[in-house]
T-cell receptor, first 113, second 117 residues
Framework: SQTIHQWPATLVQPVGSPLSLECTVE??????LYWYRQAAGRGLQLLFY??????ISSEVPQNLSASRPQDRQFILSSKKLLLSDSGFYLC????????????FGPGTRLLVL | AQSVTQLGSHVSVSEGALVLLRCNYS??????LFWYVQYPNQGLQLLLK??????LVKGINGFEAEFKKSETSFHLTKPSAHMSDAAEYFC???????????????FGRGTQLTVWP
């Protein structure tokens, strides 16, 4: 069966510091991968998606970037965090057979102070 | 374009009562529709989905939803609420279509379900 991992689970960072959040998927090959942010009262916002290694599409211009160095690894980064980057970050995957269905990871809670 | 409206950001029911969470969608293609549940500080868990076929879809934890094309609705129901159902529920529509390599999900703003003892 497929599983999706995210780490860290919780992170507190000062403004201006760098960020690296990692997401890995097990039990499937060549998945589509997604990064979402969930801010209080603002629902889920799609940040990035990837259909393959090195292929990244950005949905919203912002302070963040994403990379996919391996087939089942998706990384969310920032060089300098802003207060507005605080939120709950969710990674998701969908398979080639049922690409319309996304499965979510446990999330990372980021607090920027 | 795809969009989802969830009517009621908060719904409260008594334990044992009917749960009804409303979702209306807009889609430029035949829709794929989803309900997800989120418990505090956790990710989203897929409850059920409609892609094709039978319009009444059964999911986990006793939930079901009915796709009504004429009403552009996909309301979520459960005959008898349980305390463990207290969570936030998200309706979503996909823009997936034939030949596409990617299906984006468009989420509603969520409905917080409270269950009173």
């Amino acid at each position: 069966s497929q599983t999706i991992h995210q780490w860290p689970a919780t992170l507190v960072q000062p403004v201006g510091s760098p960020l690296s959040l990692e997401c890995t998927v097990e039990g499937t090959s060549n998945p589509n991968l997604y990064w979402y942010r969930q801010a209080a009262g603002r629902g889920l916002q799609l940040l990035f998606y990837s259909v393959g290694i090195g292929q990244i599409s950005s949905e919203v211009p912002q302070n963040l970037s994403a990379s996919r160095p391996q087939d089942r690894q998706f990384i969310l980064s920032s060089k300098k965090l802003l207060l507005s980057d605080s939120g709950f970050y969710l990674c998701a995957w969908s398979g080639r057979a049922q690409k319309e269905t996304q499965y979510f990871g446990p999330g990372t809670r980021l607090l920027v102070l | 374009a795809q969009s989802v409206t969830q009517l009621g950001s908060h719904v409260s029911v008594s334990e044992g009562a009917l749960v009804l969470l409303r979702c209306n969608y807009s889609s430029s293609v035949p829709p794929y529709l989803f309900w997800y549940v989120q418990y505090p500080n956790q990710g989203l868990q897929l409850l059920l989905k409609y892609t094709t076929g039978a319009t009444l879809v059964k999911g986990i934890n006793g939930f079901e939803a009915e796709f009504k094309k004429s009403e552009t609705s996909f309301h979520l129901t459960k005959p008898s609420a349980h305390m463990s159902d207290a969570a936030e529920y998200f309706c979503a529509v996909s823009d997936q279509h034939r030949g596409s390599t990617l299906g984006r999900l468009y989420f509603g703003r969520g409905t917080q379900l409270t269950v009173w003892p």
